[in-house]
């Protein structure tokens, strides 16, 4: 006979909250085990959202903060769609903290109303994450690559209609006035249309992926392994804390006015990035064509101690008073033979000044090994040597004298090779943050909503850095979508 045995209303309750926590989604369980928002987001920030108005908030901090940092991780492209989901969901909303659901203004003015507040909760978690980041792989830790993209707003100009009308107005144009074969439409296009949309004076014409459109200009800073490091974006007010940069007029060609504005953005947003993070100290620049320019590369190695910078070259080098032949990476060649590049030899200054040199030897220059006094010792097997030395011609390159040509680095080399295929990293969070964190696409016009929309994504890869860390699932540093699946 089987036992039977009486139910109290204390194990019913237990046996429900089982239910209730087995039943919970496996990835909101993950985030509520490792991430603790009290220790994240700044003190201040408390004070100025809870702050005295007259009236109590009815949203929790956390509980706002929580949901939209659900909205990047789980791709949600609006926040009516996010609004939907805390409605039908109620583990997302007791997860979030939200005893009702807020409406869509509430969110899109809380974005607005604490900006900066989001700010600071961001470059919390670039200190956080940084020591992360160096026990993973110090070297990828230790370089910095930037880019610059553009978020397209929701205004006229960037309907297709709007740029074919003027296509086919300028077509039309040629065809009456029978232009020769010269005349090129597209061309006359991107020099008729505004610089800026007339719905707002800051979206900006712009030249990005390939494609015309009306955008607000941002850029991205991250480490070698795709970790964003610091977020930048490029309006009206960032322009007036920085009145060092001049804004020029565009000129008739759209990727010479996208190499002008990176240039300028550069060396501003890593100032901005020194003073908020004065601990990280990256070793290794990498950066596109665009900032090949003299004023960069001293900018890079004098003020903010770059050791490396990994810039291809834009314009053809040219070297002054110098008495030996290079190639096209400044590579010193034989006297002989212009198609033979001399061999590097050596990283380390031995001169007496210490200044940082590169040393290159004759290409036919081999070491020979002496058994009798176990001693070794360079011999040059050229048969018609420039040079009555034994050992064959060398040159030592003065590093300070030309940056451009040598930065820290030999143009060509494997390890040139090796390293600049990294910078695709930077592209690949651009690319992340517009399509995985749905900041592309928005339907707004507003740059402090854009703004804070680049922030939460940026704050969103953080913390998955933080989970992955605790976890000990660190090849998930940039997205536990795959883990969790």
Known sequence: M???????????????????????????TLLENHIDLDKIIPTSFYKHYYASTGRNRKYPLNA????????????????????????????LREFCGFTKVPDASKITRFKQDFLMDLQSVFDNLVDITEPICQDIDGNLASMLLFDTSGIEAYVTENNPKYANRIMKQLKSYAKAHNFDDSYD????????????????????????????????????TTNGLGIVRSIDFYNKDYLASHPDIIVEK???????????????????????????????????FLGDAAFDTIEIYKSLFEDFKFQKAFIPLKVKLSLDNVDYTFNENGIPCCPHDPSLPMKREGSKSHLRNNLPTMKFVCPKMKWEYNREDKSKRRVCHCDNPCTTSSC??????????NLRA?????????????????????????????????????????KKTLHADLLLAGISQLLTVVVADKIHQRQYIRSLKSFIA
């Open 250 to 284: 565009k000129s008739k060609s759209p990727d010479e006015d996208k190499s002008l504005a990176d240039s300028k953005a550069l060396i501003p947003t890593l100032k901005d990035f020194k003073e908020r993070h004065p601990l990280i100290n990256p070793k290794i």
């Open 64 to 91: 706002m903060l929580w949901a939209l940092i659900i909205q990047r991780l789980f791709s949600i492209p609006t926040d009516s769609l996010l609004l939907i989901f805390l409605h039908y969901s109620r583990h």
């Open 2 to 28: 089987i036992p039977q045995k009486q139910l109290s209303l204390a194990d019913i309750f237990e046996d429900c909250k089982d239910i209730y926590e087995s039943d919970k989604p496996h990835f909101l």
């Open 392 to 401: 064959g011609r060398m040159i030592y390159v003065y590093l300070e004298k």
């Open 185 to 220: 439409p597209y061309k006359a296009a991107y020099a008729s249309m505004p610089a800026s949309a007339a719905a707002n004076p800051e979206v900006k014409q712009q030249y990005v992926n390939g494609h015309f459109c009306y955008a607000y200009k941002f850029g991205i």
């Open 406 to 446: 040598y930065p820290g680095v030999e143009r060509g080399s494997q390890e040139w090779d090796d390293t600049y295929k990294i910078r695709v990293n930077v592209e690949k969070s651009i690319n992340h943050f517009k399509d995985s964190f749905c900041v592309a696409n928005r339907k707004t016009t507003n």
